[in-house]
T-cell receptor, first 110, second 117 residues
Framework: GQQVMQIPQYQHVQEGEDFTTYCNSSTTLSNIQWYKQRPGGHPVFLIQLVKSGEVKKQKRLTFQFGEAKKNSSLHITATQTTDVGTYFC??????????FGQGTTLQVKP | NAGVMQNPRHLVRRRGQEARLRCSPVKGHSHVYWYRQLPEEGLKFMVYLQKENIIDESGMPKERFSAEFPKEGPSILRIQQVVRGDSAAYFC???????????????FGEGSRLTVL
């Protein structure tokens, strides 16, 4: 079946360092979504990418959708302690069905 | 505006009992989803419902689990004869539409954390 893989599983950075998580799908995606889940919290929608090669920015966060629409990345510039959490990518696996990656958990040392 | 409301937030059951989890979607949202999350793991799709219809239940175990979204009232995820392996966080989400940019994003509730003793 369709799989969505994320690497790395964990990342520890010093506050101020950059962070990147990568997402790869076994199949071509019509779109990809990113969510953030704080420790003990629930997933919160960040962004949706639709077009091949699309790049979107939200303040210090940069999201990319690969040309082949099978991979995506999230890059955070100059991390802050508020960035702590698990970042998930998710792609459609059928109507109403989002397939989530296993997530990348970011820890930021102040 | 109220978001997705789930209750109970925490539920403890003994093996063999029933667990009933409730979810009220964002007002105006007709698409409801249930996901299960084990500790340190991602979210696993269970079921997709619209009012009075189960659209896709391919992620739900065939036995003991059932879900509904009645015309009136919240969506219910029911787990009969719970076992220890059912211990997890169960998240409900809703959306205005499915798959459309700007309307297809999922709004998640805070989850119901089930512990089976």
């Amino acid at each position: 079946g369709q799989q969505v893989m994320q690497i790395p599983q964990y990342q520890h950075v010093q506050e101020g360092e950059d962070f990147t998580t990568y997402c790869n799908s076994s199949t071509t995606l019509s779109n990809i979504q990113w969510y953030k889940q704080r420790p003990g919290g629930h997933p919160v929608f960040l962004i949706q990418l639709v077009k091949s090669g699309e790049v979107k920015k939200q303040k210090r966060l940069t999201f990319q959708f690969g040309e082949a629409k099978k991979n995506s990345s999230l890059h955070i510039t100059a991390t802050q302690t508020t960035d702590v959490g698990t970042y998930f990518c998710a792609g459609p696996g059928g109507p109403g069905k989002l397939i989530f990656g296993q997530g990348t958990t970011l820890q930021v040392k102040p | 505006n109220a978001g997705v409301m789930q209750n109970p937030r925490h539920l403890v059951r003994r093996r063999g009992q029933e667990a009933r989890l409730r979810c009220s979607p964002v007002k105006g949202h007709s698409h409801v989803y249930w996901y299960r999350q084990l500790p340190e793991e991602g979210l696993k799709f269970m079921v997709y419902l619209q009012k009075e219809n189960i659209i896709d239940e391919s992620g739900m175990p065939k036995e003991r689990f059932s879900a509904e979204f009645p015309k009136e009232g919240p969506s219910i995820l029911r787990i009969q004869q719970v076992v220890r392996g059912d211990s997890a966080a169960y998240f409900c989400a809703s959306s205005l539409d499915w798959g459309s940019p700007g309307t297809g994003e999922l709004f998640f509730g805070e989850g119901s954390r089930l512990t089976v003793l």
